[in-house]
């Protein structure tokens, strides 16, 4: 079956530019989250999702991140002003059941970066 | 919070070789994770352990969770050229009820030559 995709795999722009990366998740799954990747490093919570709603964003690191799961699928991570300090792969992963260690899967992921 | 160190940070290995690395924390977890990443590929799952002192296999791949809850470590037997690329562990964080929210380390990069 389908596993979670990513889109863009990679993205380009400006600093001062608004982006937005989008997670499908694998059908079904009602627990999504997003992580970042820096280089040489592994990955690092953001966001938690719980159906339609952000359960945990402490991993968010300023107010210029943002996302949305509006219909409990879909998830859009959204950032402001990007700085160059935000380049970086953006990894989604998604999992049958929310709040525990069901394995979540992860998808290809995003490469973003911030000229 | 809680880290986990990773080690050795690389490795360059013939192919048919054994190979051995390690996941060491401050902190007890009470679950590991041992995830490989491909190039250009999100985190793949290859092992969990949920018990102190528990030995998993997956095929060549063997892990032991350690008794202390601070550490695990990861054998790769019989080393084939597809083995290659990035071995992270990861434990979920234990505090608060987050245990969705996984920790990782930076990875042990593993090349095998053919």
């Known amino acids: 079956g389908a596993g979670v995709s990513q889109t863009p795999s990679n993205k380009v722009t400006e600093k001062g530019k608004y982006v937005e990366l989008r997670c499908d998740p694998i059908s079904g799954h009602t627990a999504l989250y997003w992580y970042r990747q820096s280089l040489g490093q592994g990955p690092e919570f953001l966001i938690y999702?719980?159906?339609?709603?952000?359960?945990?964003d402490s991993g968010l690191p300023n107010d210029r991140f943002f996302a949305v799961r509006p219909e409990g699928s879909v998830s859009t991570l959204k950032i402001q002003r990007t700085e160059r300090g935000d380049s970086a792969v953006y990894l989604c992963a998604s999992s049958l059941i929310p709040g525990s260690t069901d394995t979540q899967y992860f998808g290809p992921g995003t490469r973003l970066t911030v000229l | 919070g809680q880290q986990l160190n990773q080690s050795p940070q690389s490795m360059f290995i013939q192919e048919g070789e054994d190979v051995s690395m390690n996941c060491t924390s401050s902190s007890i977890f009470n679950t590991w994770l041992w995830y490989k990443q491909d190039p250009g590929e999100g985190p793949v799952l290859l092992i969990a352990?949920?018990?102190?002192?528990e030995l998993t296999s997956n095929g060549r791949l063997t892990a032991q969770f350690g008794i202390t809850r601070k550490d695990s470590f990861l054998n790769i037997s019989a080393s084939i050229p597809s083995d290659v690329g990035i071995y992270f562990c990861a434990g979920p964080q234990n505090s608060g009820g987050s245990n969705y929210k996984l920790t990782f380390g930076k990875g042990t990069l593993l090349t095998v030559n053919p």
């Open positions: 352990l949920y018990k102190a002192g």
């Open positions: 999702f719980q159906g339609t709603g952000a359960a945990d």
